[in-house]
T-cell receptor, first 111, second 115 residues
Framework: AQSVTQLGSHVSVSEGALVLLRCNYS??????LFWYVQYPNQGLQLLLK??????LVKGINGFEAEFKKSETSFHLTKPSAHMSDAAEYFC?????????FGKGTTLSVSS | GAGVSQSPSNKVTEKGKDVELRCDPI?????LYWYRQSLGQGLEFLIY????????KSGLPSDRFSAERTGGSVSTLTIQRTQQEDSAVYLC?????????????FGPGTRLTVT
């Protein structure tokens, strides 16, 4: 069965600092992996997805993630945080139809 | 183009009452999903529809929950005899197909409060 673990329920960074949000997955088959962002009182928006085409995936708003099969990881990074990046981030794995989500990581950005 | 829409945006109901939540998917999307987001449980899959196939109801927490999709488009999630633990945000999503690589587009959600 697929599952996702997000390490750290809350991450705080300064504006301009590196953002690193961790995600580890468990899957018996090659997975489809996603990162979604949720701003307050809004639905989820796709940041990027891994579908086995390339291990380094670039998404919107300067985010990227690297699929590492040996580590079963799909960590999300951004070189320089912006105040507008403050939100909740969810890693998800597709079980073929529905998405299985991690518990989420809240990113805070301070000036 | 128009995204996924959900109504109402907020719903307050008394324990024991029935509620209906509506989802309008993106036009042309054949797959539709319902999820529930709550503080204690995070984001949970509830039910999924693909075209005219029988829905996957494996995520529904009890038989008080049901959903239908009419004409392959609009979907309604019904919760009967609501309980306080049903309080959550109910999110609807749609995608072009149910194949796992297709992006799911989410609506803004319906916040349900059971008093």
């Amino acid at each position: 069965a697929q599952s996702v673990t997000q390490l750290g329920s809350h991450v705080s960074v300064s504006e301009g600092a590196l953002v690193l949000l961790r995600c580890n997955y468990s899957s018996s088959v090659p997975p489809y992996l996603f990162w979604y962002v949720q701003y307050p009182n809004q639905g989820l928006q796709l940041l990027l997805k891994y579908t086995s085409a390339a291990t380094l995936v670039k998404g919107i708003n300067g985010f990227e993630a690297e699929f590492k099969k040996s580590e079963t990881s799909f960590h999300l990074t951004k070189p320089s945080a912006h105040m507008s990046d403050a939100a909740e981030y969810f890693c998800a794995v597709s079980r073929g139809t529905a998405l299985i989500f991690g518990k989420g990581t809240t990113l805070s950005v301070s000036s | 183009g128009a995204g996924v829409s959900q109504s109402p945006s907020n719903k307050v109901t008394e324990k024991g009452k029935d509620v209906e939540l509506r989802c309008d998917p993106i036009s042309g999307h054949t797959a539709l999903y319902w999820y529930r987001q709550s503080l204690g449980q995070g984001l949970e899959f509830l039910i999924y529809f693909q075209g005219n196939s029988a829905p996957d109801k494996s995520g529904l927490p009890s038989d008080r929950f049901s959903a239908e999709r009419t004409g392959g488009s609009v979907s309604t999630l019904t919760i009967q005899r609501t309980q306080q633990e049903d309080s959550a945000v109910y999110l609807c999503a749609s995608s072009l197909s149910s194949t796992g690589s297709y992006e799911q587009y989410f609506g803004p959600g319906t916040r349900l409060t059971v008093t």
